[in-house]
Every structure is written in structure tokens, then in C-alpha cells.
């Protein structure tokens, strides 16, 4: 049995196109009606800004029959207020936010934090926080705190559009 190949084609191989993976991000988001986007709901802004959705006002529709959607968010990782405005019927660009818990084994001078998982996966790449301001030294105090006292500190580390930042922290008992 005999394959059709396009014209000019000599061969099945030359007719395989090479798929090269590229990064365009396109994992990081997902695309969402802006009139389905509620309170607290995540949102990018300003093209690469992962936002939590602090307001929305809707305005009438006008000339061309769209309702237009004002969102008012917050940045999750730098607290900076954003505004931006989408039709209604037009998809946004959502970010896929994932929220993680680790335990903390230490902290170095350098401000790096020793992190392991539950399933015991060790990571070494994630600093203390410096956003909100003071975080990173309460965090400090913390870790230090509970080494002496034989507790843990468990930190949620939230991750979007490949950056990451600890979001809050907890003591707990061992």
C-alpha cells in the first residue's frame, strides 16, 4: 500500500515536519471569558504581571453592544495596585497559579532557605521574601526560633509565570 505525499516530495521523511518546543509561555496561562472573572480571582496584567482581582465594574453596553469589564488587581508578587479593561466577551490571560508547602530546614547567611517537601525533596534556590516589607526578617526570626524550641516552620511558597515567592508562614509542632 502506497502513502500520498505532497507534490514535490521525495521522500516520507522529507514530508515530517520538526516540531522545536519554544517557550511562549503558553503553559503558564489559560484564556478566560474577562465577564466570567470574579472577585479574587487571579488575572495577568500589564502583559506579564500575575494580579489577585480586588474589584470589578462593569460598564453598560454600548454602541457596539459589548459590556466592558474595569479590573482593579494587586500584584502577587510586588503588592503593586494595577487597573486594566477588557471587553466582556474577549478572553483574558489568566495565570496558572500553583500554591506549595515545604518545611524549612535552615536558612544560610546569604538569605537562602533550605526546603524540603513531603515527599522529601530537598531545594536550595528560594530566598527569604522581601515583599511584604519585614517578612524575610519575621521569617528569620522564626526559623530560628523554632530550631531552638524543637518545632518547624512550614512556609507556602506560590508559584506563577515561572517566579516564585513565600506568601505565608507557620509554625508547627513536630
Do not use: W
Not at 547567611?109 to 531545594?123: I, K, P, S, W
Not at 526559623?143 to 509565570?161: G, P, S, Y
Amino acid at each position: 500500500m502506497k502513502t500520498a505525499q505532497a507534490p514535490g516530495v521525495e521522500s516520507l521523511e522529507d514530508d515530517m515536519m520538526i516540531h522545536e518546543s519554544g517557550n511562549a509561555d503558553a503553559s503558564l496561562t489559560v484564556p478566560v471569558a474577562a465577564g466570567q472573572l470574579k472577585l479574587g480571582a487571579h488575572i495577568i496584567m500589564n502583559g506579564d504581571k500575575p494580579c489577585k482581582i480586588i474589584e470589578r465594574k462593569d460598564s453598560k453596553t454600548g454602541k457596539h453592544g459589548h459590556l466592558k469589564c474595569r479590573f482593579t488587581a494587586i500584584d502577587i508578587f510586588t503588592g503593586d495596585k494595577l487597573q486594566d479593561l477588557h471587553q466582556s466577551t474577549h478572553n483574558a490571560s489568566c495565570p496558572v497559579v500553583v500554591r506549595t508547602e515545604y518545611d524549612v530546614m535552615g536558612v544560610d547567611d546569604d538569605d537562602y532557605m533550605t526546603l524540603m517537601d513531603d515527599a522529601y525533596e530537598r531545594r536550595f534556590d528560594l530566598k527569604l521574601p522581601t515583599f511584604p516589607e519585614g517578612t524575610g526578617a519575621e521569617l528569620r526570626t522564626a526559623i530560628e526560633q523554632a530550631a531552638a524550641d524543637d518545632k518547624t516552620v512550614r512556609v507556602a511558597v506560590t508559584a506563577a509565570m515561572g517566579r516564585e515567592l513565600v506568601t505565608s508562614f507557620k509554625t508547627i509542632v513536630q
